[in-house]
């Protein structure tokens, strides 16, 4: 029950009361005693009133309460263990903060329409506290690691068929999942992209609810969750709007590939203020300037794609990424993933081998999640996943 209820209750009851005293008084009731009975109702209400506020303060705090020990123990214990011990200690911080601010607890009943329960703050805490694209890349690096980077299109074949592959990817050697935004017109997308993004707009998938997945399954996972989206959602929401709630869902990391060089500081400096790294793509055919410029200003990671063209898969990778990751590594110490035509284990293991950081596949991934019942999309990705993951390890 809501104050507004209780309100309405004792006013109804205080009513009652003005109503007995003129009905006492026609029944013969001397004035004095149908005073008394009706102040009887009145102070009944009052109570009453009273009673229910704190009534309904007590519950909201046990359940609030209750909603922090079952998130705890259900998605808290079992990230505990794959944390990194500066995630540990960023959480263990968030927490202790959250135990002493005023405005977090429902101790304040003003901070919260009592007609809802408390948000539960944990999922946000856990977000905030994973780790980010670079440390993902810093711990693979210290043990001698290439990442792997599966890519797949939220909503395709449905909202809740993304959410579960994302915990698939992780749990089969996901280092880093690439997630993208469906969007109707994809410059940088091959046909079984394409085609995924389509089948996912027609279903009314929007950013919104994207996001909603990252929030709901980062906290599960260990993977940090890049984002794929083209400049046009962006610019639509506000650059500063679009940060900062893809940064409270979760997410760790940008690519945006259609948006140019000469355009991408003031992204990158709001991206920065909200803790999101914007990744920023090399083409093949870009002059060393250029590169330097590009590899000088991305974060995270320098997305090196392998081919002059869309993605889609390939029967080979281009030799001039053999080239150009040597050229990269001598003016730059960041990570490199190769991207965009990686269809194959052996594929995955030749970007090892030519010295790249990271193995980046996302239509052959979109292709088999979308062969069959989700079921049997589930299956293939986890099984392809696991090859890829070994053919790098």
Known sequence: MRRIDALAIGFGVFIAGGAAYLVLQQVGLDAASAGIWSQVLLISG???????????????????????RDYTQSVIEKRWETMSSEERDRLLASLDELESSPESSPEHPQSHPQSHPPPNPLPILLNNSMKSVSESFAHLRQTGQCALIPFITAGDPDLKTTAEALRVLDRSGADIIELGVPYSDPLADGPAIQAAATRALKQGVRLDDVLDIVRTVGPEISAPIV?????????HRGIEAFLKSIAEAGVKGLVVPDLPL??????????????????????????????????EKSQGFIYLVSVTGVTGTRTQVSDRVKELIPQLRAITD???????????????RQMKDWGADAAICGSAFVKRLSQGTAAEGLAQIEQFCQELKQAIS
Request: with cysteine; charged share 15%; net charge negative.
């Open 262 to 295: 000469e355009e991408s500081q003031f992204l990158i400096d709001c991206a920065e203020t909200v803790g999101v790294e914007v990744v920023l793509l090399i083409a093949p055919t870009s002059p060393k300037e250029r590169i330097l410029a590009i590899a």
């Open 334 to 348: 960041k990570p490199i993933g190769v991207g965009f035509g990686i269809s194959e284990p052996e594929h995955a």
């Open 46 to 68: 009052l109570i009453g009133w009273v009673a229910t506020y704190l009534f309904r303060f007590a519950t909201s705090n046990m359940t609030y309460h209750q909603q922090l």
């Open 227 to 235: 984002l794929f989206t083209y400049y046009n959602p962006i610019l």
